[in-house]
């Protein structure tokens, strides 16, 4: 009986603490805390030498959570990842998650062998340890502070931070072996460095197709899907492992697949994969806290705080501002890049590997990674929002979407119900547009029931169901939220090449003589663009009338407010393309088929 109870106790004590983390997040959200850090903190409060003094070091548990947590927030980042809005930043996000990785540690490497008195080896493995930055920490923290960065400032970080844990990984692990060993060649390092990317990436493309496969031909009872995708995530991690690939590669691609094919019970799998990934970050930051010492900490702190400053403010900045060099971005976007290489669970989980294996100085990297993590959450967490707005990198703050509600329908995948409360601001209530690939299918008004032509007209306070493509329905978003106040477009601007996006296509007619439909006369250029445009406007998004091609040149609101008129003789001759884009054009196609996306 003894032993049962034991059991009981450990679980409502382990109960408590993660309800403690969840709860502390509402503390951490007001007052604009970094969550990662409380989520530490209350570990160590719990642990041995806090006033729960609750005894755990078992290592091997904490690396077995630590693996299971990161492989689901992996995959949920992935499983969220739009390949066309990240086809742009590739290179320079794999640049930063391999070269950026490589260069931080060997920065950060001297410094340590002198302040913590190591050898070499020793050294460079803090440095691996220290060197990744944490996808879970950077996007919770922007997330947490409402930011909107640039898109693509935001999309490059999502990559790297989503791809450099594979090789800050396999860099820990050839460390460890070396030291553990004694003797290798860097031939043997590139050669399983190959290996493990090479297999990650079959595994993790294979394994993703399988499952969409599976979603979609075998039929699960009603709420199984969710369970069963996220199952499939540790099963292609464990079988990548297992095989010696990089099972974080592979469960990361994997996420990109799935997320980028259409299958059912896609909500249900996004919503269920939130929470899962959040219990997984409590569950993981609470064990590590728990491992702490501070009594041991002391020891090393001063040593540890001078190798954090360095890794923060030369290793990371000098690896970012040359991994970069090659591509347009511009100095303030580097130096934000630079400062949001945040630390997190994934330096902790990694100092964790030399305790499990059993290193003479296991406990030493351990508490370094634990004071650059503290320190990095503290000045970088703390100061990110800041240093957005002072470079310039952080879009205006969008009013609050639209409650949107997303319904799976039974036996197709092709489209799906999407519901919006019809605002009397709105696009759609105001001017009744919607795009051509949406279809109104019922109208719930006083709680009856209404067909699209029962209904008309659309009255505010109604809730509009329509029929939209999955992967298309977040675009939908801009036809219900508040329309922002336009200026009265300019008379004069009709005489140049740039006219405001207020005017109609029929304006445009009569002064440019294209042909414009009747019932398209009225619309106007802004019109135009949300209509046929399968997503947002963006800068430099284009479309076709007639003769001459509308250039969206300014964007207010989520709305094009400039336009640029491209007339037939001002077009230029396309240059013949050159041999490295076409390789270019040519991968991305491969990368296409192959990922079936």
């Known amino acids: 009986m003894t032993s049962l109870d034991s059991v009981s106790i450990a679980i409502l004590l382990g109960s408590v603490l993660v309800m403690a983390g969840i709860l502390s997040s509402l503390l951490a959200?007001?007052?604009?805390?970094?969550l990662l850090l409380v989520f530490l903190l209350i570990g160590m409060v719990a642990g041995d030498s806090g006033p729960g003094h609750v005894r755990f070091d078992d290592v091997r548990t904490t690396y077995l959570v630590g693996s299971v947590a990161l492989a689901l927030i992996l995959f949920d980042g992935g499983l969220r990842t739009r390949f066309q809005s990240i086809r742009a930043v590739l290179a320079p996000s794999m640049a930063l998650a391999t070269?950026?990785?490589?260069?931080?540690?060997?920065?950060?490497?001297?410094?340590?062998?002198?302040?913590?008195?190591?050898?070499?080896?020793?050294?460079?493995?803090v440095g691996a340890v220290?060197?990744?930055?944490?996808?879970?920490?950077?996007?919770?923290?922007?997330?947490?502070?409402?930011?909107?960065?640039?898109?693509?400032?935001?999309a490059t970080l999502e990559v790297e931070s989503g791809t450099n844990d594979p090789f800050a990984v396999f860099l820990t692990l050839m460390l460890v072996e070396l030291i553990s060993v004694g003797e290798s060649s860097a031939w043997?390092?590139?050669?399983?460095?190959?290996?493990?990317?090479?297999?990650?990436?079959?595994?993790?493309?294979?394994?993703?197709?399988?499952?969409?496969?599976?979603?979609?031909?075998?039929?699960?009872?009603?709420?199984?899907?969710?369970?069963?995708?996220?199952?499939?995530?540790?099963?292609?991690?464990?079988?990548?492992?297992?095989?010696?690939?990089?099972?974080?590669?592979?469960?990361?691609?994997a996420g990109i697949v799935i997320g980028n094919r259409p299958t059912r019970a896609h909500n249900s799998v996004v919503t269920f994969l939130d929470a899962a990934t959040w219990l997984a970050q409590i569950v993981m930051f609470v064990l590590l806290g728990l491992l702490v010492s501070p009594q041991r900490l002391v020891v090393s702190i001063v040593p540890a705080v001078i190798v954090a400053l360095v890794l923060m403010l030369v290793?990371?900045?000098?690896?970012?501002?040359?991994?970069?060099?090659?591509?347009?971005?511009?100095?303030?976007?580097?130096?934000?890049?630079?400062?949001?290489?945040?630390?997190?669970?994934?330096a902790i989980f990694l100092a964790s590997i030399p305790m499990l294996v059993g290193l003479s100085k296991a406990y030493l990297y351990f508490d370094v990674a634990f004071v650059v993590?503290?320190?990095?959450?503290?000045?970088?967490?703390?100061?990110?929002?800041?240093?957005?707005?002072?470079?310039?990198?952080?879009?205006?703050?969008?009013?609050r979407g639209p409650r949107r509600v997303e319904l799976d329908l039974p036996g197709q995948l092709e489209q799906q119900l999407v519901g919006y409360s019809v605002r009397p601001k709105s696009l759609y209530f105001r001017r009744g547009l919607i795009p051509s690939w949406s279809k109104p299918t019922l109208v719930i008004r006083d709680q009856h029931i209404l067909s699209p032509a029962e209904a008309d007209p659309v009255e505010a306070g109604d809730y509009l169901y329509l029929l939209a493509p999955p992967e298309k329905a977040e675009a939908l978003d801009r036809f219900f939220v508040d329309m922002p106040p336009n200026s009265a477009p300019d008379p004069h601007l009709l005489g140049d090449f740039t006219v405001s996006g207020e005017h109609t296509l029929g304006e445009l007619a009569e002064i440019y003589g294209v042909k414009v439909d009747d019932e398209q006369a009225?619309?106007?250029?802004?019109?135009?663009?949300?209509?046929h445009l399968d997503h947002a406007p963006k800068e430099g998004a284009t479309l076709e009338l007639d003769t001459i091609v509308l250039v969206a040149r300014s964007i207010g609101g989520g709305r094009v407010n400039v336009v640029g008129l491209r007339l037939p003789e001002d077009e230029e001759e396309v240059p013949p393309e050159t041999r490295v884009e076409a390789f270019k054009r040519r991968l991305s196609e491969v990368w296409s088929s192959v990922a079936g996306i």
Do not use: M
């Open 99 to 125: 070269v950026g990785v490589l260069l931080t540690a060997l920065i950060t490497a001297p410094v340590a062998k002198y302040v913590l008195d190591l050898n070499w080896t020793e050294a460079l493995l």
């Open 188 to 253: 043997h390092v590139a050669l399983e460095f190959g290996r493990e990317a090479v297999l990650g990436a079959v595994v993790g493309v294979i394994g993703g197709r399988l499952v969409v496969l599976a979603l979609n031909r075998v039929a699960l009872p009603q709420g199984l899907h969710a369970p069963f995708v996220a199952t499939a995530a540790l099963v292609i991690f464990g079988g990548a492992q297992i095989t010696h690939a990089s099972g974080f590669l592979a469960v990361y691609l």
């Open 315 to 346: 290793a990371r900045p000098l690896a970012v501002f040359f991994c970069l060099a090659p591509f347009r971005f511009n100095w303030r976007e580097k130096i934000f890049i630079a400062w949001t290489g945040l630390r997190g669970a994934v």
């Open 522 to 531: 009225r619309l106007t250029l802004a019109d135009y663009f949300d209509i």
């Open 130 to 154: 220290v060197a990744s930055t944490d996808a879970a920490a950077v996007f919770l923290l922007v997330h947490a502070q409402g930011l909107r960065l640039r898109p693509r400032v935001g």
């Open 373 to 399: 993590v503290i320190i990095s959450l503290l000045l970088q967490g703390w100061t990110l929002a800041a240093a957005a707005r002072r470079l310039h990198v952080a879009l205006p703050r969008a009013d």
């Open 29 to 34: 959200l007001r007052f604009g805390a970094p």
